[in-house]
């Protein structure tokens, strides 16, 4: 059964940086349109960033020039590069990707940067 696991999270300082990690899991050919996403407790959960099916990169404003899609082909695994963190990046992160037919989800990992 594939699963996406992150990994990365974490309490950092205003202006640190962070790298988050998410895995696949199980034998796959590869991941599609994966992409990068966070939730505010009480608030909506919102696109970070992602690999469209054109094989572009898109960005919320918010954090262009920021953050930083990439991924391994050869090991299953998308990446978000995140410097100059702010106290309102502050959010639980999930990865998602298509595998198959299906949007599989990854279970969150939890960014906290203080002021």
């Known amino acids: 059964q594939v699963q996406l696991v992150e990994s990365g999270g974490g309490l950092v300082q205003a202006g640190g940086s962070l790298r988050l990690s998410c895995a696949a899991s199980?034998?796959?050919?590869?991941?599609?349109?994966p992409g990068w996403y966070r939730q505010v407790s009480g608030k909506q959960r919102e696109l970070v960033a992602t690999?469209?099916?054109?094989?572009?990169?898109a960005y919320v404003d918010s954090v262009k020039g920021r953050f930083t899609i990439s991924s391994d082909n050869a090991k299953n695994t998308v990446y978000l590069q995140m410097n100059s963190l702010k106290p309102e990046d502050t959010a639980v992160y999930y990865c998602?990707?298509?595998?198959?037919?299906?949007?599989?989800w990854g279970q969150g990992t939890q960014v906290t940067v203080s002021s």
């Open positions: 998602a990707a298509n595998i198959g037919s299906r949007r599989l």
């Open positions: 199980g034998t796959i050919l590869g991941i599609n349109n």
């Open positions: 690999f469209t099916s054109e094989r572009s990169i």
